[in-house]
């Protein structure tokens, strides 16, 4: 089963923040947050690997709470770089496969 | 330190044709991973393959598609008689190892069937 994120979409201003969520129906090994533009690449942003850790790359942050199944990721005072879909993509313990969320797109206005 | 290259990045076939989909990997990765993404969709796994070994062909559609990752060369993903319903990006990545290793992507093959 595909993850579950929300929202599905989300429009900002520059400098608001944002919070997207990952949601699994199976238990989780890791989860790795990604960002695509539109016609380019999945970019990789950060890994999770155990329960309740958090983690930050510059204004992004993420945690995961193995408990849950659930992954939520953080963007401060958001840039209009940070436009883009965001998809998580889980991984299950034993699998070594991504499965990978439905995205949320956001857009960043000036 | 070249990344993970995908080659053509665009490919147009004709209904029935074959198209070969080639992805070199981030030198000194041996795991491969294929996906297909279409327009304003999420990425679905396909298959997940090591040198010479298919690990996981879950996603793949049991005909017409096929994959391999040779001891030499590049990971090719072959689609036979192609249909329009294949058009879509193909995106290959490539790991260092199994369980919790990050996946870095290429720039993708746009596929287009006439």
């Known amino acids: 089963q595909q993850p579950v994120q929300s929202p599905q979409a989300v429009i900002l201003r520059e400098g608001e923040d944002a919070v997207i969520n990952c949601s699994s129906s199976?238990?989780?090994?890791?989860v790795h947050w990604y960002r695509q533009k539109h016609g380019e690449a999945p970019v990789f942003l950060m890994i999770l690997l155990k329960g309740g850790e958090q983690k930050g790359h510059e204004k992004i942050s993420a945690s995961f709470n193995e408990k849950k199944q659930q992954s939520s990721l953080y963007l401060t005072a958001s840039q209009l770089s940070y436009s883009g879909t965001y998809f998580c993509g889980t991984e299950s313990r034993g699998t070594y496969k991504y499965i990978f969320g439905t995205g949320t797109r956001l857009k960043v206005l000036a | 330190n070249a990344g993970v290259m995908q080659n053509p990045r665009h490919l147009v076939r004709r209904r029935g044709q074959e198209a070969r989909l080639r992805c070199s990997p981030v030198k000194g990765h041996s795991h491969v991973y294929w996906y297909r993404q279409l327009p304003e969709e999420g990425l679905k796994f396909m298959v997940y393959?090591?040198?010479?070994?298919?690990?996981?062909e879950s996603g793949m559609p049991k005909e017409r598609f096929s994959a391999e990752f040779p001891k030499e060369g590049p990971s090719i993903l072959r689609i036979q008689q192609v249909v329009r319903g294949d058009s879509a990006a193909y995106f290959c990545?490539?790991?260092?190892?199994?369980?919790?290793?990050?996946?870095?992507f290429g720039a993708g093959t746009r596929l287009s069937v006439l």
């Open positions: 199976k238990a989780l090994y890791s």
């Open positions: 990545a490539s790991s260092p190892g199994q369980g919790g290793n990050i996946q870095y």
């Open positions: 393959l090591q040198k010479e070994n298919i690990i996981d």
